[in-house]
Structures are given as C-alpha cells and as structure tokens.
C-alpha cells in the first residue's frame, strides 16, 4: 500500500512539473497604440503554441475571447457588449460554430439559443424578448435551413 501510495505521489510531482509555462504577447495594435489582440502561448522547443485569444475595445475591455487550437477558434468563444456583459457564447471545433450558443440581450437576460453542427444552425433554436419571455421556436437541420 505504501508503494502505490508513493508511486502516486511521484507521478503527480512529474505531472505539475511538466507543465508548460505560458506566456502572453500583443498581436495587434489599434492605430492609437493600444492592444487590440493579445494572445497567450507556451514555447515547446523552437515551437510557438497559441492556446488563448483575446480581442480588446479601443478602451480596453475584452469583446471577445476564446480557446485556440492549431490556430483555429475550439472552445468556448464568448463576446461581450461595450459595457462588459456578455453578449454571446458559442461553441467552436477547428474554426467552425459546433455546439450550443446562446445570445443575451444587453440586461443579461437571454435572446435566443441553438445548436451548431459543423458551422451550420441544427436541431431547435428558441427565441426570447428582452423581458425573458418566449416568443417562437425555429428548427433547422444541417445543411438544409429552416
């Protein structure tokens, strides 16, 4: 038992101390010199891995934001209105819409949300005032529209 114990102890110590260190660059600059997109990156050798993407307003607050892999949007992406709320969360899968996506009105209360498949609406999209209250149900299947 106490070699399992110690075997496991070892394993987490190699696992935490192999982790990547990462690091964070600006990639661009709006014209009055402030960051515009800043990503955050881990060195693997000569090899530069960009994992996390971050758009900025002009004033500095985050519009969007999101997972990267192999350089294409996969993850969660959320966005944001001027004022900081969030304003949209949608699923990615190698640079495509793929999964669920919401949208909020500015008050933080629900517009609509739906299901992507492969950059496509699928399957039930439900649609909401500003109040919260349904107004209609639309359905779409891959590839094929409403």
Not at 12 to 41: A, D, P
Request: hydrophobic content about 30%; some cysteine.
């Amino acid at each position: 038992m106490k070699k399992i114990f110690f075997l496991g102890l070892v394993t987490v110590f190699l696992y935490s101390s192999c982790e990547r260190e990462s690091y964070w660059i600006v990639t661009e600059l709006y014209s009055s010199g402030n960051t515009k997109v800043e990503q955050e990156y881990y060195l693997d050798g000569d090899d530069t891995t960009f994992i996390y993407q971050r758009v900025l307003s002009i004033n500095g607050n985050v519009y969007l934001e999101g997972a990267l892999k192999n350089g294409e949007r996969d993850g969660l992406w959320k966005s944001y209105f001027p004022e900081g709320t969030i304003w949209s969360e949608t699923g990615f899968n190698e640079g495509e819409m793929d999964g669920e996506t919401k949208t909020f009105f500015p008050n933080g209360k629900l517009r609509y949300s739906g299901i992507y498949s492969n950059g496509e609406k699928d399957g039930e999209w439900r649609f909401y005032d500003s109040t919260g209250a349904f107004i209609k149900k639309a359905s779409f299947q891959e590839n094929k529209g409403q």
